[in-house]
């Protein structure tokens, strides 16, 4: 079973600033939290991945609490392109076996409207 | 680079047949997957490769059986397919097992 709790669907206006949660209250110390998106029928895309700095790239920032029980993401300006399942996941960093699987959840419907 | 390719896109069966899907990465990565997905429903893991030379079972490995070919390649085998395989097949790949994964495009299964 997913490790992490989102909640099934957001709308979100074209230009602002949507903001996905995630809850993972059981993290276990060397476990990160990886962001994905599913783009309607085509292959999950990486959005991000962090332990527990806020992090940023070109696509996404995340925030993480202090405690690591749950996180954000931010997409800053938000576009009907960005329309997808967003899934928050964690996974063991030191891979055994198949700790370091990504388990996918059912994610968040992000809908952005014009 | 094309990433990761699979093959094919789309894939008719008769209950019983039998069928291998394709996949193939350009990026030399170390590790390769292969989900499934179900309507309305988020990945499962089938089997994967941590590395050339070794395969592993997922979640769901009942009625697939796999072959690291090569580095690039790792294919997915139905040997008799089932109503209960119909889904959408998703191959990706990593550097190594604790970076982040590539996937392709799918290949859509119907087993009638």
């Known amino acids: 079973d997913a490790k992490t709790t989102q909640p099934p669907s957001m709308d979100c206006a074209e230009g602002r600033a949507a903001n996905l949660p995630c809850n993972h209250s059981t993290i276990s110390g060397n476990e990160y939290v990886y962001w994905y998106r599913q783009i309607h029928s085509q292959g999950p895309q990486y959005i991000i991945h962090?332990?527990?700095n806020n992090e940023t790239n070109e696509m996404a920032s995340l925030i993480i609490t202090e405690d690591r029980k749950s996180s954000t993401l931010i997409l800053p300006h938000a576009t009907l392109r960005d329309t997808a399942v967003y899934y928050c996941?964690?996974?063991?960093?030191?891979?055994?076996?198949?700790?370091?699987?990504?388990?996918f959840g059912k994610g968040t419907k992000l809908s952005v409207k014009p | 680079n094309a990433g990761v390719t699979q093959t094919p896109k789309f894939q008719v069966l008769k209950t019983g047949q039998s069928m291998t899907l394709q996949c193939a990465q350009d990026?030399?990565?170390?590790?390769m997957y292969w989900y499934r997905q179900d309507p309305g429903m988020g990945l499962r893991l089938i089997y994967y490769?941590?590395?050339?030379?070794?395969?592993d079972k997922g979640e769901v490995p009942n009625g697939y059986n796999v072959s690291r070919l090569n580095k690039r390649e790792f294919s997915l085998r139905l040997e008799s397919a089932a109503p209960s395989q119909t889904s959408v097949y998703f191959c990706?790949?990593?550097?190594?097992?604790?970076?982040?994964?590539?996937f392709g495009p799918g290949t859509r299964l119907t087993v009638l």
């Open positions: 490769s941590a590395s050339e030379g070794t395969t």
């Open positions: 990706a790949s990593s550097l190594e097992a604790v970076h982040e994964q590539f």
């Open positions: 962090g332990l527990k």
């Open positions: 990026m030399n990565h170390n590790s």
């Open positions: 996941i964690v996974r063991a960093w030191n891979y055994g076996g198949s700790q370091g699987n990504l388990i």
